[in-house]
Protein backbone atom coordinates (compact mmCIF):
# COMPACT_ATOMS: atom_id res chain seq x y z
CA UNK A 1 0.00 0.00 0.00
CA UNK A 2 1.19 3.38 -1.08
CA UNK A 3 0.29 6.31 1.88
CA UNK A 4 -0.93 9.75 0.83
CA UNK A 5 1.88 11.98 3.07
CA UNK A 6 1.68 15.83 3.36
CA UNK A 7 3.88 18.90 3.14
CA UNK A 8 3.01 22.42 4.36
CA UNK A 9 2.00 23.70 0.89
CA UNK A 10 -0.89 21.46 1.25
CA UNK A 11 -2.63 22.51 4.25
CA UNK A 12 -4.09 25.19 5.46
CA UNK A 13 -5.68 26.32 9.07
CA UNK A 14 -8.93 27.71 9.68
CA UNK A 15 -9.72 30.86 10.95
CA UNK A 16 -11.58 30.97 14.24
CA UNK A 17 -12.99 34.67 15.88
CA UNK A 18 -10.44 36.95 17.17
CA UNK A 19 -10.71 37.80 20.89
CA UNK A 20 -7.86 40.12 21.05
CA UNK A 21 -7.91 43.67 20.13
CA UNK A 22 -4.89 43.74 18.49
CA UNK A 23 -2.04 41.30 17.08
CA UNK A 24 0.43 43.16 19.33
CA UNK A 25 -1.91 41.15 22.37
CA UNK A 26 -0.61 38.17 21.26
CA UNK A 27 2.20 36.15 22.66
CA UNK A 28 4.89 34.06 21.05
CA UNK A 29 6.53 32.99 23.80
CA UNK A 30 7.67 29.54 23.95
CA UNK A 31 8.82 27.75 27.06
CA UNK A 32 11.83 25.40 25.73
CA UNK A 33 13.78 23.48 28.52
CA UNK A 34 14.91 25.99 30.92
CA UNK A 35 14.21 28.71 29.55
CA UNK A 36 11.61 30.79 27.80
CA UNK A 37 11.99 32.54 24.48
CA UNK A 38 10.84 34.99 22.54
CA UNK A 39 9.35 33.13 19.58
CA UNK A 40 9.15 28.82 18.84
CA UNK A 41 12.07 29.70 15.61
CA UNK A 42 15.58 29.71 15.37
CA UNK A 43 18.56 29.38 12.62
CA UNK A 44 19.84 25.99 11.77
CA UNK A 45 22.82 24.55 13.30
CA UNK A 46 24.68 24.94 9.76
CA UNK A 47 27.99 26.47 9.25
CA UNK A 48 26.34 28.46 6.44
CA UNK A 49 23.92 30.06 8.79
CA UNK A 50 25.50 30.67 12.18
CA UNK A 51 28.30 31.42 13.75
CA UNK A 52 29.69 32.32 17.23
CA UNK A 53 28.20 35.93 16.47
CA UNK A 54 25.01 34.88 15.04
CA UNK A 55 24.18 32.69 18.58
CA UNK A 56 25.43 35.63 20.50
CA UNK A 57 23.40 37.89 18.50
CA UNK A 58 20.09 35.42 18.70
CA UNK A 59 20.82 34.70 22.60
CA UNK A 60 20.65 38.45 23.62
CA UNK A 61 17.96 39.02 21.72
CA UNK A 62 16.18 35.84 23.40
CA UNK A 63 15.48 33.88 21.03
CA UNK A 64 17.19 30.09 21.14
CA UNK A 65 19.74 29.26 19.06
CA UNK A 66 22.52 26.52 18.40
CA UNK A 67 25.52 26.66 17.08
CA UNK A 68 26.89 24.44 14.38
CA UNK A 69 29.51 21.57 15.42
CA UNK A 70 32.12 21.71 12.37
CA UNK A 71 35.27 22.52 13.77
CA UNK A 72 34.12 24.12 16.86
CA UNK A 73 35.42 23.73 20.20
CA UNK A 74 32.46 23.32 22.46
CA UNK A 75 34.86 23.98 25.36
CA UNK A 76 35.85 27.49 24.59
CA UNK A 77 32.25 28.85 23.08
CA UNK A 78 30.41 26.92 26.34
CA UNK A 79 33.12 29.25 28.71
CA UNK A 80 32.53 32.82 26.39
CA UNK A 81 28.81 32.34 26.06
CA UNK A 82 28.49 31.87 29.70
CA UNK A 83 31.47 34.47 30.87
CA UNK A 84 28.81 37.21 29.08
CA UNK A 85 26.09 35.83 31.12
CA UNK A 86 24.52 34.42 28.38
CA UNK A 87 23.20 30.57 27.41
CA UNK A 88 25.38 28.09 25.94
CA UNK A 89 23.86 25.68 23.50
CA UNK A 90 26.11 23.48 21.53
CA UNK A 91 25.73 20.53 18.50
CA UNK A 92 27.64 17.11 18.79
CA UNK A 93 28.17 14.02 16.66
CA UNK A 94 28.43 10.51 17.75
CA UNK A 95 32.27 10.37 16.47
CA UNK A 96 36.05 10.06 18.66
CA UNK A 97 36.19 13.95 18.29
CA UNK A 98 32.98 14.56 20.07
CA UNK A 99 33.90 12.02 23.36
CA UNK A 100 36.98 14.50 23.41
CA UNK A 101 34.58 17.51 23.13
CA UNK A 102 32.74 16.14 25.95
CA UNK A 103 35.78 15.42 28.38
CA UNK A 104 37.29 18.54 27.76
CA UNK A 105 33.92 20.67 29.03
CA UNK A 106 33.71 17.89 31.93
CA UNK A 107 37.04 18.76 32.54
CA UNK A 108 36.83 22.34 32.37
CA UNK A 109 34.05 22.22 34.86
CA UNK A 110 31.68 23.35 32.46
CA UNK A 111 27.77 22.08 30.91
CA UNK A 112 26.26 23.64 28.25
CA UNK A 113 22.18 24.57 29.17
CA UNK A 114 21.37 23.21 25.45
CA UNK A 115 22.97 20.03 23.72
CA UNK A 116 21.73 18.77 19.97
CA UNK A 117 22.93 15.51 19.08
CA UNK A 118 23.29 16.40 14.85
CA UNK A 119 23.27 13.46 12.63
CA UNK A 120 20.90 12.67 9.49
CA UNK A 121 19.75 9.43 10.86
CA UNK A 122 19.40 10.13 14.89
CA UNK A 123 17.67 6.35 15.01
CA UNK A 124 20.65 4.69 15.39
CA UNK A 125 22.98 2.87 17.68
CA UNK A 126 25.49 5.00 17.32
CA UNK A 127 22.93 7.57 18.59
CA UNK A 128 21.47 5.64 21.40
CA UNK A 129 25.32 5.34 22.92
CA UNK A 130 25.75 8.64 22.52
CA UNK A 131 22.66 9.96 23.97
CA UNK A 132 23.22 7.41 27.10
CA UNK A 133 26.96 8.77 27.50
CA UNK A 134 25.54 12.43 26.95
CA UNK A 135 22.66 12.33 29.78
CA UNK A 136 25.54 10.25 32.57
CA UNK A 137 28.20 13.22 31.86
CA UNK A 138 25.47 16.05 31.54
CA UNK A 139 22.78 15.30 33.67
CA UNK A 140 21.80 19.15 34.10
CA UNK A 141 22.07 19.56 30.33
CA UNK A 142 18.64 19.76 28.50
CA UNK A 143 19.25 16.79 25.27
CA UNK A 144 17.73 17.36 21.53
CA UNK A 145 18.47 14.36 19.41
CA UNK A 146 18.01 14.07 15.75
CA UNK A 147 17.11 13.86 13.18
CA UNK A 148 14.15 11.82 12.94
CA UNK A 149 10.90 11.10 10.75
CA UNK A 150 8.65 9.06 12.49
CA UNK A 151 6.47 8.31 15.90
CA UNK A 152 7.84 4.91 16.58
CA UNK A 153 11.92 6.49 16.44
CA UNK A 154 10.70 9.29 18.67
CA UNK A 155 9.74 6.85 21.09
CA UNK A 156 13.05 5.08 20.62
CA UNK A 157 14.88 8.26 21.40
CA UNK A 158 12.67 9.33 24.36
CA UNK A 159 13.44 6.44 25.68
CA UNK A 160 16.81 6.39 25.31
CA UNK A 161 17.20 9.77 27.29
CA UNK A 162 16.55 12.71 25.28
CA UNK A 163 14.61 16.00 26.47
CA UNK A 164 13.56 16.66 22.99
CA UNK A 165 13.59 15.04 19.13
CA UNK A 166 14.53 17.39 16.31
CA UNK A 167 11.94 15.59 13.00
CA UNK A 168 12.84 16.18 9.80
CA UNK A 169 14.80 14.04 7.21
CA UNK A 170 15.38 15.15 3.57
CA UNK A 171 13.15 18.31 3.51
CA UNK A 172 15.95 21.15 3.64
CA UNK A 173 15.99 23.10 0.54
CA UNK A 174 20.11 22.05 0.14
CA UNK A 175 19.00 18.92 0.74
CA UNK A 176 19.94 16.03 -1.57
CA UNK A 177 19.58 13.16 0.53
CA UNK A 178 16.42 12.20 -1.33
CA UNK A 179 17.64 12.18 -4.84
CA UNK A 180 20.43 10.13 -3.71
CA UNK A 181 18.88 7.65 -1.45
CA UNK A 182 15.17 7.92 -1.97
CA UNK A 183 14.52 8.47 1.24
CA UNK A 184 12.51 11.69 2.77
CA UNK A 185 9.15 12.44 4.65
CA UNK A 186 7.00 15.44 4.03
CA UNK A 187 6.91 17.74 7.02
CA UNK A 188 3.31 18.30 8.01
CA UNK A 189 3.17 13.94 8.10
CA UNK A 190 6.29 13.93 10.34
CA UNK A 191 5.73 16.47 12.96
CA UNK A 192 2.00 14.96 12.98
CA UNK A 193 3.30 11.37 13.81
CA UNK A 194 6.22 12.50 15.68
CA UNK A 195 4.33 15.17 18.18
CA UNK A 196 1.70 12.34 18.48
CA UNK A 197 3.93 9.53 19.28
CA UNK A 198 5.67 11.42 22.64
CA UNK A 199 5.22 13.79 25.74
CA UNK A 200 9.27 15.66 24.97
CA UNK A 201 9.01 18.31 22.80
CA UNK A 202 9.40 18.12 18.77
CA UNK A 203 11.18 20.13 16.91
CA UNK A 204 9.91 20.45 13.25
CA UNK A 205 13.31 20.55 11.17
CA UNK A 206 13.59 22.35 7.36
CA UNK A 207 11.25 23.10 4.59
CA UNK A 208 9.87 26.51 6.40
CA UNK A 209 9.07 28.13 2.52
CA UNK A 210 6.66 30.83 3.77
CA UNK A 211 6.15 32.74 7.90
CA UNK A 212 2.95 30.68 7.34
CA UNK A 213 4.76 27.47 8.04
CA UNK A 214 5.42 27.82 11.42
CA UNK A 215 2.16 28.55 12.30
CA UNK A 216 1.14 25.18 10.56
CA UNK A 217 4.20 23.61 12.16
CA UNK A 218 2.84 24.52 15.36
CA UNK A 219 -0.61 23.47 14.86
CA UNK A 220 0.51 19.79 14.06
CA UNK A 221 2.45 19.66 17.87
CA UNK A 222 6.15 21.29 17.17
CA UNK A 223 7.09 22.93 20.23
CA UNK A 224 9.76 24.87 18.08
CA UNK A 225 10.74 25.38 14.52
CA UNK A 226 14.44 24.95 12.98
CA UNK A 227 14.91 26.71 9.78
CA UNK A 228 18.43 27.26 7.58
CA UNK A 229 17.45 28.90 4.46
CA UNK A 230 14.98 31.09 6.56
CA UNK A 231 17.76 33.10 7.80
CA UNK A 232 20.43 32.61 5.15
CA UNK A 233 21.44 35.57 2.75
CA UNK A 234 21.72 38.05 5.70
CA UNK A 235 24.52 39.93 7.19
CA UNK A 236 24.25 37.93 10.52
CA UNK A 237 23.82 34.65 8.73
CA UNK A 238 26.95 32.74 8.70
CA UNK A 239 27.69 32.18 4.59
CA UNK A 240 30.04 34.46 2.69
CA UNK A 241 29.45 36.98 0.84
CA UNK A 242 30.11 36.83 -3.31
CA UNK A 243 28.79 39.47 -6.06
CA UNK A 244 28.14 38.22 -9.57
CA UNK A 245 27.21 40.50 -12.23
CA UNK A 246 26.77 43.74 -9.37
CA UNK A 247 24.36 41.55 -7.73
CA UNK A 248 25.42 40.61 -4.37
CA UNK A 249 24.56 36.76 -3.43
CA UNK A 250 25.27 34.91 -0.24
CA UNK A 251 26.50 31.17 0.23
CA UNK A 252 24.12 28.42 2.00
CA UNK A 253 25.24 24.95 1.68
CA UNK A 254 24.34 21.87 3.52
CA UNK A 255 26.05 20.11 6.35
CA UNK A 256 26.77 16.88 4.10
CA UNK A 257 27.75 18.88 1.02
CA UNK A 258 31.20 18.55 -0.39
CA UNK A 259 31.77 22.40 0.41
CA UNK A 260 31.26 21.67 4.40
CA UNK A 261 33.07 18.17 4.13
CA UNK A 262 36.00 19.12 2.66
CA UNK A 263 35.86 16.08 0.41
CA UNK A 264 33.35 14.37 -2.04
CA UNK A 265 32.47 11.46 0.33
CA UNK A 266 28.97 10.56 1.38
CA UNK A 267 27.69 13.40 -0.27
CA UNK A 268 23.55 14.29 0.77
CA UNK A 269 23.58 18.72 0.44
CA UNK A 270 24.70 20.93 -1.81
CA UNK A 271 25.46 24.95 -1.99
CA UNK A 272 24.12 27.50 -3.17
CA UNK A 273 23.46 31.30 -3.39
CA UNK A 274 20.85 33.11 -1.59
CA UNK A 275 20.09 37.13 -2.52
CA UNK A 276 21.50 39.17 -0.10
CA UNK A 277 19.26 41.31 2.19
CA UNK A 278 20.86 43.26 4.53
CA UNK A 279 20.35 43.53 8.18
CA UNK A 280 18.39 40.18 10.20
CA UNK A 281 16.03 42.68 12.18
CA UNK A 282 13.32 43.48 9.69
CA UNK A 283 13.10 39.48 9.27
CA UNK A 284 12.79 39.23 12.95
CA UNK A 285 10.67 41.70 13.66
CA UNK A 286 7.87 40.52 10.24
CA UNK A 287 8.41 36.31 11.88
CA UNK A 288 7.05 38.06 15.04
CA UNK A 289 4.54 40.14 13.24
CA UNK A 290 3.07 37.30 11.06
CA UNK A 291 2.89 34.72 14.11
CA UNK A 292 1.48 36.96 16.02
CA UNK A 293 -1.49 37.36 13.21
CA UNK A 294 -1.66 33.66 13.66
CA UNK A 295 -2.36 33.42 17.08
CA UNK A 296 -5.22 35.98 16.67
CA UNK A 297 -6.89 34.07 13.77
CA UNK A 298 -6.47 30.75 16.13
CA UNK A 299 -9.13 32.67 18.31
CA UNK A 300 -6.46 32.80 21.46
CA UNK A 301 -3.71 34.98 22.20
CA UNK A 302 -1.12 32.37 23.05
CA UNK A 303 1.19 30.19 20.81
CA UNK A 304 -1.46 27.07 22.75
CA UNK A 305 -4.59 28.20 20.74
CA UNK A 306 -2.61 27.16 17.15
CA UNK A 307 -2.81 23.46 18.72
CA UNK A 308 -6.52 23.75 18.88
CA UNK A 309 -7.85 24.45 14.95
CA UNK A 310 -8.61 22.69 12.21
CA UNK A 311 -6.45 21.52 9.41
CA UNK A 312 -7.85 21.94 5.68
CA UNK A 313 -5.89 19.53 3.05
CA UNK A 314 -6.16 21.44 -0.27
CA UNK A 315 -6.06 19.34 -3.48
CA UNK A 316 -3.83 21.87 -5.45
CA UNK A 317 -4.07 19.58 -8.83
N1 LIG B 1 18.08 16.51 8.25
C1 LIG B 1 18.48 15.79 7.22
O1 LIG B 1 17.65 15.32 6.43
C2 LIG B 1 19.93 15.54 6.96
C3 LIG B 1 20.89 16.26 7.61
N2 LIG B 1 22.21 16.06 7.33
C4 LIG B 1 23.19 16.83 8.07
O2 LIG B 1 24.48 16.64 7.53
C5 LIG B 1 25.45 16.50 8.56
C6 LIG B 1 26.22 15.24 8.35
O3 LIG B 1 25.37 14.18 8.64
P1 LIG B 1 25.85 12.68 8.83
O4 LIG B 1 26.40 12.24 7.52
O5 LIG B 1 24.82 11.86 9.46
O6 LIG B 1 26.91 12.85 9.93
P2 LIG B 1 28.36 12.45 9.92
O7 LIG B 1 28.90 12.59 8.54
O8 LIG B 1 29.03 13.19 10.97
O9 LIG B 1 28.22 10.90 10.30
C7 LIG B 1 28.12 10.53 11.62
C8 LIG B 1 28.62 9.12 11.78
O10 LIG B 1 27.53 8.25 11.56
C9 LIG B 1 27.83 7.36 10.50
N3 LIG B 1 26.69 7.35 9.62
C10 LIG B 1 26.16 8.42 9.00
N4 LIG B 1 25.11 8.01 8.23
C11 LIG B 1 25.02 6.69 8.42
C12 LIG B 1 24.15 5.72 7.89
N5 LIG B 1 23.19 6.07 7.00
N6 LIG B 1 24.31 4.44 8.26
C13 LIG B 1 25.28 4.10 9.14
N7 LIG B 1 26.15 4.99 9.66
C14 LIG B 1 26.02 6.26 9.30
C15 LIG B 1 29.01 7.93 9.79
O11 LIG B 1 29.83 6.86 9.31
P3 LIG B 1 30.04 6.68 7.70
O12 LIG B 1 30.24 8.06 7.14
O13 LIG B 1 31.24 5.81 7.63
O14 LIG B 1 28.80 6.02 7.20
C16 LIG B 1 29.72 8.70 10.86
O15 LIG B 1 30.60 7.88 11.56
C17 LIG B 1 24.70 16.59 9.89
O16 LIG B 1 24.88 17.87 10.41
C18 LIG B 1 23.26 16.35 9.52
O17 LIG B 1 22.37 17.12 10.31
C19 LIG B 1 22.61 15.14 6.42
C20 LIG B 1 21.70 14.41 5.72
C21 LIG B 1 20.27 14.52 5.95
N1 LIG C 1 19.79 16.24 3.47
C1 LIG C 1 20.47 17.23 4.01
N2 LIG C 1 19.86 18.00 4.92
C2 LIG C 1 20.59 18.98 5.45
C3 LIG C 1 21.90 19.23 5.09
N3 LIG C 1 22.36 20.26 5.81
C4 LIG C 1 21.35 20.64 6.61
N4 LIG C 1 20.28 19.86 6.40
C5 LIG C 1 18.96 19.95 7.02
O1 LIG C 1 18.23 21.03 6.43
C6 LIG C 1 17.69 21.85 7.47
C7 LIG C 1 17.42 23.26 6.99
O2 LIG C 1 16.42 23.22 5.98
P1 LIG C 1 15.79 24.55 5.33
O3 LIG C 1 14.72 24.04 4.41
O4 LIG C 1 15.23 25.35 6.45
O5 LIG C 1 16.84 25.27 4.59
C8 LIG C 1 18.74 21.74 8.55
O6 LIG C 1 18.29 22.16 9.81
C9 LIG C 1 19.07 20.25 8.49
O7 LIG C 1 18.17 19.46 9.18
C10 LIG C 1 22.50 18.42 4.10
O8 LIG C 1 23.65 18.62 3.69
N5 LIG C 1 21.74 17.45 3.59
Redesign the pocket.
Known sequence: MIKTEINYGDIYLVPKRTVVDSRKECDTSVQFGPRRFDMPVYPA??KSVVDEETCEYFARRGWFYTM???NVDATRFTADMQEKGLFSSI?I???EDTDEQLRNLKAAGLSPEYITL????GW?V??ERMIKKVKDLFPESFLIG??I?TGEAAQDLESWGVDAV?A?????RV?I?KNK?GF?RPMVSTVLDCAQAVKIPVIA??GISEHGDLAKAIACGATMIMAGSLFAGYDESAGQIIEIDGKHLKEYF????EH??GAY??V??KRIYVEYKGAIERLLIELKEDLQSSISYSGGNTLAALRDVEMIFVNRY
Open positions: NMHRFSGVNDIANCKAGNAKGIAGGCTTHDGGSASNKKNEG
